[in-house]
T-cell receptor
Framework: AQTVTQSQPEMSVQEAETVTLSCTYD???????LFWYKQPPSRQMILVIR????KQQNATENRFSVNFQKAAKSFSLKISDSQLGDAAMYFC??????????WGAGTKLIIKP | KAGVTQTPRYLIKTRGQQVTLSCSPI?????VSWYQQTPGQGLQFLFE???????NKGNFPGRFSGRQFSNSRSEMNVSTLELGDSALYLC?????????????FGEGSRLTVL
């Protein structure tokens, strides 16, 4: 069975510093997509960044970037210059060619002012 | 462009009752997926519909069911409610079918079972 593991239930970082959230996945598929979603307190879940497994280049969206290591099945999210608005639950998600959606348990990110 | 709309936002039921939740996707989106979110279990995938067909299903008992209409609106039903069904139920829509497409989430329906 496919699994997605987020080993850090909670992380904290000082404002303006950098933090990395970890995500590992297990799939036998060769064609899949990986996503990070953010759920701020009492607000809707929104997409942060996505990575296609066939692309070797790591995805980047402004202050958010991923470290995608396909062989190690690792997909970590790096947030640079952390801001108070980054405080949220972060979920890692994997989708395979059969449209199966597998989610990690989430990491609560706390930003210290 | 209107976002994903879920109704009702809050509801309270008692054990043994049944409940129906509704989700209206973003116009043009044909895929709708449903999730149960609880503090202890995180986000659990319930099922996904694409063009009125259930394409995938998570590991939930048969008390949880859903359907999608020709206008892509979707409903999920939970019968014979149990205390453990108390959760935030999220709906998400996607344009391409969720393989590589971004999911757009609604604000959720918070169900409390007494």
């Amino acid at each position: 069975a496919q699994t997605v593991t987020q080993s850090q239930p909670e992380m904290s970082v000082q404002e303006a510093e950098t933090v990395t959230l970890s995500c590992t996945y297990d799939t036998s598929e060769s064609d899949y997509y990986l996503f990070w979603y953010k759920q701020p307190p009492s607000r809707q879940m929104i997409l942060v960044i996505r990575q296609e497994a066939y692309k070797q280049q790591n995805a980047t969206e402004n202050r958010f970037s991923v470290n995608f290591q396909k062989a190690a099945k690792s997909f970590s999210l790096k947030i640079s210059d952390s801001q108070l608005g980054d405080a949220a639950m972060y979920f890692c998600e994997a989708k395979n060619s059969n449209y199966q959606l597998i989610w990690g348990a989430g990491t609560k990110l706390i930003i210290k002012p | 462009k209107a976002g994903v709309t879920q109704t009702p936002r809050y509801l309270i039921k008692t054990r043994g009752q049944q409940v129906t939740l509704s989700c209206s996707p973003i116009s043009g989106h044909r895929s709708v997926s449903w999730y149960q979110q609880t503090p202890g279990q995180g986000l659990q995938f319930l099922f996904e519909y694409f063009s009125e067909t259930q394409r995938n299903k998570g590991n939930f008992p048969g008390r949880f069911s859903g359907r999608q209409f020709s206008n892509s609106r979707s409903e999920m039903n939970v019968s014979t409610l149990e205390l453990g069904d108390s959760a935030l139920y999220l709906c998400a829509s996607s344009f391409t079918g969720p393989k590589g497409g971004e999911l757009f989430f609604g604000e959720g329906s918070r169900l409390t079972v007494l």
